[in-house]
């Protein structure tokens, strides 16, 4: 299982404690809450001193058992009622989909990433890990002064600003850059950096790459920042854009500087 990319989570399925009453639609039960099942696929659920029926038409029915009830809902449609303990509560009605109870009814919820169940949890990916991205440099800001209180450059002039992409951040290969927008404090770009990169590449924090923030100048030019593998989440890639703050420089020279930050585009390869 891929980790980070978890958007959606429900509680596992629907448990009960097991309670007395009638077996009937509308008789009278207690405790509150309580459940019994009403044969093999269905339930019944004490709701306001009254049992009513809630459908379990997942594989594994309606089960009761050291008065634990416990009903499977996987098979539930979009729109069935669910009660009102089992609100919030998930399930995995195929391998891309997704049911949770919600305001009283079961709704669907698709997971192009898969839909899993692991313990009490269940997960829905949204953004499939191996779904690829062009990743484009939107903007970038600039603080007035660099991070030691600095000007970017002489004279309290304003920064010469561009993004690189590095497919090899350590190494410093695999670079494609911006154009410079040279004297301001923000730049707009909208330039594609990297193509058909996968979202796990984009997520995972042990990914070469990295995206840095520039001011040109005439010998070394000024790292305002760098950001690495798992600087974007799902949702974020899913979003279509992450908007960062520059705080640590992921290449050690020549120096870092910070307060700066710059927008990272998404866009569906
Ligand atoms: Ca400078
Ligand atoms: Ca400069």
Not at 115 to 124: D, L, P
Not at 216 to 236: L, N
Not at 246 to 259: D, E, T
């Amino acid at each position: 299982m891929n980790q980070g990319l978890v958007v959606l989570v429900g509680l596992m399925g629907s448990a009960w404690v097991g309670c007395t009453g009638g077996g009937s639609e509308g008789d009278k039960c207690s405790p509150e809450g309580g459940a019994k099942c009403d044969g093999s696929s269905a339930s019944l659920v004490c709701e306001d001193g009254v049992f009513k029926p809630y459908a379990c038409k997942g594989a594994g029915g309606c089960t009761s058992n050291n008065d634990i009830v416990r009903c499977d809902a996987s098979g539930n449609s979009a729109g069935e009622a669910c009660p009102r303990s089992s609100e919030g509560t998930a399930t995995c009605s195929s391998s891309t989909a997704m049911l949770r109870c919600t305001s009283g009814a079961w709704t669907s919820q698709t997971c192009p990433g898969g839909c899993s169940a692991t313990g009490a949890t269940v997960e829905c990916l949204q953004t499939n890990p191996n779904s690829t991205w062009d990743v484009i440099a939107r903007s970038a800001t600039f603080q007035t002064t660099q991070g030691g209180g600095e000007s970017w450059d002489a004279l309290g002039g304003a920064p010469d600003g561009f993004i690189c992409w590095f497919d090899n951040c350590a190494a410093g290969t695999g670079s494609a850059c911006t154009a410079v927008t040279s004297d301001a404090f923000s730049a707009t770009f909208n330039t594609t950096l990297a193509s058909s990169i996968t979202a796990s590449t984009l997520m995972n924090t042990s990914s070469a790459f990295c995206i840095c923030l520039y001011d040109e100048d005439a010998t070394t030019d000024d790292i305002a920042g760098c950001v690495g593998g798992g600087f974007a989440t799902a949702a974020d890639i899913q979003a279509g854009q992450v908007s960062l703050t520059l705080q640590a420089n992921l290449q050690s020279s020549p120096v870092v500087y910070g307060n700066a930050g710059m927008v990272i585009g998404f866009v569906a390869h």
